[in-house]
């Protein structure tokens, strides 16, 4: 439920799951020879051209239609050459990758997604920017998640959606599942909860052609404390952070 500007109560629009609409097929990935942390010469260098593109031309694309804002971008100065784990909501098709590219810039960052997401027709790109496809195959899934260990110990950062699926522009934040608790936990490595805010309209009421954002990045979450005690500071956190208007917008 929620108030309208008369204070009555009326029902929230039920919110559904994304649909990807692009091309998919059946995909010949064989996850029992799969390398999920690839450390090969030509990989990396297939990766870092990626990022080399993404920081000028999805920079700037994200910068021209969605008016992308970072707040709090120094909170993770002191990260640099460490490993750490980064936990957003999921909003947007392309949330990680404009997280990640305004963030992080040119540091390398692994994130998970399902193994359907292999199948679509821009799987090399999904690859290439450090989409790590989650085996539905158990003993291919135990090696994914090890090799994930392998990122953040080697000094490497691990973004990952807790929410789970893609609603788009969801105004609030949704349940957690603990994966990405655990990895900072049982790796000893930080947690940087960013939260990506949204506004549809400017402040006269005039609806954008597309919503603007704003990420909000907080302050790392060091695993002193329990594994459930991370996941309820991050999702606190966040979710007085996320907002559906975004006051005071300015580009």
Same mark, same amino acid.
Request: aromatic fraction near 10%.
């Given at each position: 439920?929620?108030?309208?500007?008369?204070?009555?109560?009326?029902?929230?629009?039920?919110?559904?799951?994304?649909?990807?609409? +692009?091309?998919?097929?059946?995909?010949?990935?064989?996850?029992?020879?799969?390398?999920?942390?690839?450390?090969?010469?030509? %990989?990396? %260098?297939?990766?870092?051209? !990626?990022?080399?593109?993404?920081?000028? %031309?999805?920079? @700037?694309?994200?910068? @021209?239609? !969605?008016?992308?804002?970072?707040?709090?971008?120094?909170?993770?100065?002191?990260?640099?050459?460490?490993? *750490?784990?980064?936990?957003?909501? !999921?909003?947007?098709?392309?949330?990680?990758?404009?997280?990640?590219?305004?963030?992080?810039?040119?540091?390398?960052?692994?994130?998970?997604?399902?193994?359907?997401?292999?199948?679509?027709?821009?799987? *090399? +790109?999904?690859?290439?920017?450090?989409?790590?496809?989650?085996?539905?195959?158990?003993?291919?899934?135990? /090696?994914?998640?090890?090799?994930?260990?392998?990122?953040?110990?080697?000094?490497?950062?691990? !973004?990952?959606?807790?929410?789970?699926?893609?609603?788009?522009?969801?105004?609030?934040?949704?349940?957690?599942?603990?994966? *990405?608790?655990?990895? *900072? %936990?049982?790796?000893?490595?930080?947690?940087?909860?960013?939260?990506? /805010?949204?506004?549809?309209?400017?402040?006269?009421?005039?609806?954008?052609?597309?919503?603007?954002?704003?990420?909000?990045?907080?302050?790392?979450?060091?695993?002193?404390?329990?594994?459930?005690?991370?996941?309820?500071?991050?999702?606190?956190?966040?979710?007085?952070?996320?907002?559906?208007?975004?006051?005071?917008?300015?580009?």
């Amino acid at each position: 439920m929620r108030k309208t500007t008369d204070g009555q109560l009326q029902q929230t629009p039920k919110q559904e799951e994304y649909v990807c609409k +692009l091309r998919s097929k059946q995909s010949k990935i064989d996850y029992t020879t799969y390398k999920f942390y690839n450390k090969g010469k030509r %990989f990396r %260098f297939l990766k870092f051209l !990626h990022r080399s593109v993404s920081n000028v %031309f999805l920079r @700037a694309y994200l910068k @021209a239609v !969605h008016r992308v804002k970072v707040i709090g971008k120094e909170n993770v100065a002191g990260l640099r050459g460490k490993g *750490a784990v980064i936990v957003s909501n !999921h909003i947007h098709p392309l949330d990680i990758q404009m997280i990640d590219t305004f963030v992080f810039g040119m540091r390398s960052v692994h994130w998970l997604t399902l193994q359907r997401n292999m199948d679509l027709s821009v799987h *090399a +790109l999904i690859r290439n920017s450090g989409g790590v496809p989650i085996p539905e195959d158990h003993e291919a899934k135990k /090696r994914c998640l090890q090799e994930m260990n392998d990122v953040l110990r080697d000094g490497g950062l691990l !973004h990952i959606c807790p929410e789970g699926s893609l609603v788009e522009l969801c105004d609030d934040i949704r349940p957690f599942k603990d994966g *990405a608790f655990r990895f *900072a %936990f049982y790796n000893r490595v930080p947690l940087v909860p960013v939260t990506l /805010r949204f506004a549809e309209c400017n402040a006269r009421g005039k609806k954008y052609r597309h919503p603007h954002f704003v990420i909000d990045v907080a302050e790392p979450i060091y695993p002193v404390v329990p594994q459930d005690k991370i996941k309820e500071k991050a999702e606190r956190i966040m979710k007085n952070r996320c907002n559906k208007t975004v006051k005071n917008y300015t580009p």
